[in-house]
């Protein structure tokens, strides 16, 4: 089962920073969190990860609360092209380091 | 530049027959995952491998098996095609160790009639 849980939909104007939730209270030490998009039906794309501290790259910012029990990514300025679902996934380390996923966060690109 | 590559990508098939996906991945990888895709259940889990020779059931692996002969392939099979595994097929791979991203092919669509 997921270890996560995020909002079904999302809206966001296009130019406008996109913050996307995750709940994760069950996280463990040594799990990473993860997030990856699905654009249409193509394969997921990596985004970003992190363990304890806030990562950037040039994609998006992942914000971890100290807690580690939910997390934020940060899409700086959305284009219509960052319409796709968006993955939050917490890697479980004690059965074999598998990425699970759950259903995602459909995030929409107004004009 | 190194790739992770399906094939076919599209297939249809009929009720009872075998089935064999193709995965090949060129980053030397040691893990490699299938994932099936359904609408409303995300990606789920069918098999991974962390090696050569090594392979272990996921979430859903019922009517699908692996086997890992070389680094670079994980061919995923359906020993007898049920409707039920009309799906979208992912494979991904990733180096050892729990920091590290998963790359993701371009998925399989098959048909199972």
């Known amino acids: 089962d997921a270890k996560t849980t995020q909002p079904p939909s999302m809206d966001c104007a296009e130019g406008r920073a996109a913050n996307l939730p995750c709940n994760h209270s069950t996280i463990s030490g040594n799990e990473y969190v993860y997030w990856y998009r699905q654009i249409h039906s193509q394969g997921p794309q990596y985004i970003i990860h992190?363990?304890?501290n806030n990562e950037t790259n040039e994609m998006a910012s992942l914000i971890i609360t100290e807690d580690r029990k939910s997390s934020t990514l940060i899409l700086p300025h959305a284009t219509l092209r960052d319409t796709a679902v968006y993955y939050c996934i917490v890697r479980v380390a004690n059965t074999g380091n598998q990425f699970y996923f759950g259903t995602g966060t459909s995030l929409t690109v107004i004009p | 530049d190194a790739e992770i590559t399906q094939s076919p990508r599209h297939k249809i098939t009929e009720t009872g027959r075998q089935v064999t996906l193709a995965c090949h991945q060129t980053?030397?990888?040691?893990?490699m995952f299938w994932y099936r895709q359904d609408l409303g259940h995300g990606l789920r889990l069918i098999h991974y491998s962390y090696g050569v020779q090594d392979t272990n059931k996921g979430e859903v692996s019922d009517g699908y098996s692996v086997s890992r002969s070389n680094t670079e392939d994980l061919p995923l099979t359906l020993e007898s095609a049920a409707s039920s595994q009309t799906s979208v097929y992912f494979c991904?791979?990733?180096?050892?160790?729990?920091?590290?991203?998963?790359?993701f092919g371009q998925g399989t669509r098959l048909t199972v009639v």
């Open positions: 991904a791979s990733s180096e050892s160790g729990i920091g590290t991203e998963a790359f």
């Open positions: 980053w030397n990888h040691n893990n």
């Open positions: 992190g363990l304890k």
